[in-house]
């Protein structure tokens, strides 16, 4: 470092000098550059004065020459120097013509006309530059933004393509409804009415122990690839894998209202999926309804989860449940009562040998009474036995049969008194790890809206049970959109109603199944209104009814990518809420003008609404659904013929 120091200040020492070293071109050009318009002036003032001190002749003539500097100073620097550098030509040649007029006057012309010349030359000179200069600027101008909009969309392409890898990553390790909404900043913590359900494998830590941990885990990820389509189509989010096990939340992150009906559906979907899978391993399914903590838990590793006394019991519940079976508690219950049968699961305490020989002494005196007929002494021990077992139910009935055959006994009276006084206690279940007892169901099957007497007459019922069998569209296609707003089932009575009633109007059978169909798949398309306005008790707004009407068009486009084609099936299901006298939608058809199809649907669809639970309403009497449809057909909404066949149908056979 010394050394080039003395070299800097010491040149005639053999170093090469600074003014050598090549750093003086580079401080000349940027002199050059700073004062671009000052050399530029410079340079046009040398070119005049040599022009006019060393071309002898045509000065007039050579004034043309001057456009190509003025030109060039509009292309390469804008309009603003171009105009000055003219203006200063001009100057220059005004000044020469006044001092050496006779420089101008070679071919005779007058001073006048030099001057006139020079005017005309001048005007046409800024003109020039100011035109060629504009445009310049303007391409310029436009080139600069072309420039700046691709480096934009080069960041754009670049923070795009950052974006979809990172979601590609969250996707595959996180639920994409969560990872999108974690993007978005959306996510937040709140306490939540949610469902939460628990599975578990039984004999699965025995398989694992028996089997290589390759063949384990495909096993197991084979079981997961089951199990996971059956979650998202009822919209849960899978909170976490736990061994062979697995964390579910129903209504979040997404706030649905009918979370406990979906939560339940996917856990009876799951057993029945479990049955056709012939595994080797039985599956527990545990569900909880009730207030939890929903958000991001963690610092640095997140993961959305849920809290609360809620969760607990869903895992509780899951230990007791008995392989292949769904448990819920009393609110999950509540929810899925109208859809759902359900038995209560008795309190067997933990004692199993215990509870076992209790059972086998249940079953000896059973025997008995079979076989010698009912005593007071016989009902009543047999009634002590299912008390002894916490199971109310049988234990009053038999005290009760008890007390009629010996109404003055006092053992007999008292344990029907103290059986009724703990009826609601013994039914409830104590469960590890809770501090009170807690009502636990085991869930049955989908109830059959078909098999109601109540909405339809039991020779209609089993006239068209069979018509079932012909809907091929597997359930799940419906399913799972009628669990958006509770109308399980709707679907299948809609259908059934609708063939019914094609049938009673002599329709040919190739109609027939298409209105069968039809019927059956025209609400799939309610998946695209908002799911609080499905649930909405109240009146709909006109923004919301036009939301509402969008489910048409939709169920018909999504027929279609599903592939039915079928022109005659989606004409039924584009038109089942048109009026007859006019004014429904799509198309406000008129009359005959509406598929016979589309008719028909929309009163069976009516009538299979009215007389189902809905969030909105209990359901109807069936002579009041009846007198609704009615006045429907006074209002014009519904064909005569079709009601009128209904109504026929449902009434009791002659």
Partial sequence: MDKNRAALKSPMEGEIPLVLSGAWPVKVRNLVVRHVELFFILVILITVTVVFFYIPFYKIAFLNFFYLPVLAAAYFMGKRQAVLGATLCILLVVFFAYFHPEWFNQMGTRVIDTFMLIAIWGGFLILASAGVGALQERVAKGFEETRQLLEELKRSRVTEEMKEKVEKTLYSTMDPVVAKLATEGKLRFEKREISVMFTDLTEFTRYSDQHRADIVLEELNSFLAQMEPVIELFRGHIDKYMGDGMMVEFGAPVDYDRHALMAVLAGWKMQEKMKRLNAPWKMRVGIATGQAIIGMMGSKRQAYTALGDRVNLAKRLEEVCPPGKVCIDEETYQAVKPFFLVTK???SGYSRQADQEVLDRVDALEAKLANQGESPQLLYDLGKNYYQLNDAIPAIRYFQRALELDPDSTEIKVAFADANMRKDEMEKVQVKGMLHKVTVYEVGQLKDRWSDV?????????????????????EDVVLGVESLDGSVGHSRMTALLSYAIADHLGLNEDLKKTILFAAYLQDVGKEAVPHHILNRGGSLTEQETKLTDRYVPESVAALKRMGYVDPHLLEIVNHHHEWWGGGGIPEGLVGEAIPVGARITAVAESY?????????????????????????????????????ALAELLAPPA
């Fill in 345 to 347: 699961v008795r309190n």
């Fill in 454 to 474: 109540t909405v339809v007459p039991p020779h209609l019922s089993e006239g068209y049970r069979s018509v079932g069998q012909l809907i091929e569209i597997p």
């Fill in 608 to 644: 299979a609404a009215m007389t189902s639970w809905r969030p909105y309403h209990e359901p109807w009497d069936t002579r009041v659904a009846m007198s609704e449809l009615r006045k429907g057909v006074e209002k014009g909404r519904f064909e005569p013929r079709s009601v009128n």
